[in-house]
T-cell receptor
Framework: GIQVEQSPPDLILQEGANSTLRCNFSDSVNNLQWFHQNPWGQLINLFYIPSGTKQNGRLSATTVATERYSLLYISSSQTTDSGVYFCAVVGRGSTLGRLYFGRGTQLTVWP | NAGVTQTPKFQVLKTGQSMTLQCAQDMNHEYMSWYRQDPGMGLRLIHYSVGAGITDQGEVPNGYNVSRSTTEDFPLRLLSAAPSQTSVYFC???????????????FGPGTRLTVL
C-alpha cells in the first residue's frame, strides 16, 4: 500500500502563530484529504485536494502531485485548532477507495 | 442532511458477546466503509462496500461481518467480542470510486467500544 508520512509529529504553538504541516506520499494518488480530529474524536473534513491549492478561512492547503507532497497551512492559530491533523490518500487507479492515513500531527495551541 | 450517523456512541461488552454497530448515510453514496482507530496504528480499513449487495474485506476483517442490504445502511457485526477489538470505530461514505469523479469521503462521529 501507499506510505503516507506526516511531519512534524507534534507541534506546540501560542495563539496567533502560523504553522505548516507536511504530508509526503509514496505513489500517485487520485484523492488526498486533510482531516482535523478534534479533542472529542470527530474527524472533520478540511480539504479534498488531490492537486492544486485551496483556501478556507485561516486554513489553506497545497498539493504538488508530481512531487508527491501536500502542505496544510494554519494562520493565526486559535485554541480551537488543537487536535490531530491527518493526511489521507487513495492510490491512483484504485477502484476500492481505501484511504491510507498518515500518523498525524498533534497540534496544541496555548492561549 | 444528517450526513453519516453512527450508533451507539459508546459501548462496553464482555468477552464473547456479540453486537452490531450501526452506520447510516443520507447522501445517496454508493461507497461505504468501516475503519478502526487504535493508538499508534492510525486508521485501518475493516470492510467496505461499493453498493447494495456488494461487500469486501479490508486490511483487518477478522472477527467482523458486514452486509449491505440498502444504499443507506452498512452495519458492522462483532461475532464474538475479544479485548483486541477494543477500539474506536468509524464509518465513512462517498460517491463511487469507479465513477472517477469527485469522491471526498465523509466520516461518522465514531463508536468507542471497550471489550472487557
Amino acid at each position: 500500500g501507499i506510505q503516507v508520512e506526516q511531519s512534524p509529529p507534534d507541534l506546540i504553538l501560542q495563539e496567533g502563530a502560523n504553522s505548516t504541516l507536511r504530508c509526503n506520499f509514496s505513489d500517485s494518488v487520485n484523492n488526498l484529504q486533510w482531516f482535523h480530529q478534534n479533542p472529542w474524536g470527530q474527524l472533520i473534513n478540511l480539504f479534498y485536494i488531490p492537486s492544486g491549492t485551496k483556501q478556507n478561512g485561516r486554513l489553506s492547503a497545497t498539493t504538488v502531485a508530481t512531487e508527491r507532497y501536500s502542505l496544510l497551512y494554519i494562520s493565526s492559530s486559535q485554541t480551537t485548532d488543537s487536535g490531530v491533523y491527518f493526511c489521507a490518500v487513495v492510490g491512483r487507479g484504485s477502484t476500492l477507495g481505501r484511504l491510507y492515513f498518515g500518523r498525524g500531527t498533534q497540534l496544541t495551541v496555548w492561549p | 442532511n444528517a450526513g453519516v450517523t453512527q450508533t451507539p456512541k459508546f459501548q462496553v461488552l464482555k468477552t464473547g458477546q456479540s453486537m452490531t454497530l450501526q452506520c447510516a448515510q443520507d447522501m445517496n453514496h454508493e461507497y461505504m466503509s468501516w475503519y478502526r482507530q487504535d493508538p499508534g496504528m492510525g486508521l485501518r480499513l475493516i470492510h467496505y462496500s461499493v453498493g447494495a449487495g456488494i461487500t469486501d474485506q479490508g486490511e483487518v476483517p477478522n472477527g467482523y461481518n458486514v452486509s449491505r442490504s440498502t444504499t443507506e445502511d452498512f452495519p458492522l457485526r462483532l461475532l464474538s467480542a475479544a479485548p483486541s477489538q477494543t477500539s474506536v470505530y468509524f464509518c465513512a461514505s462517498s460517491y463511487s470510486f469507479t465513477s472517477g469523479g469527485y469522491n471526498e469521503q465523509f466520516f461518522g462521529p465514531g463508536t468507542r467500544l471497550t471489550v472487557l
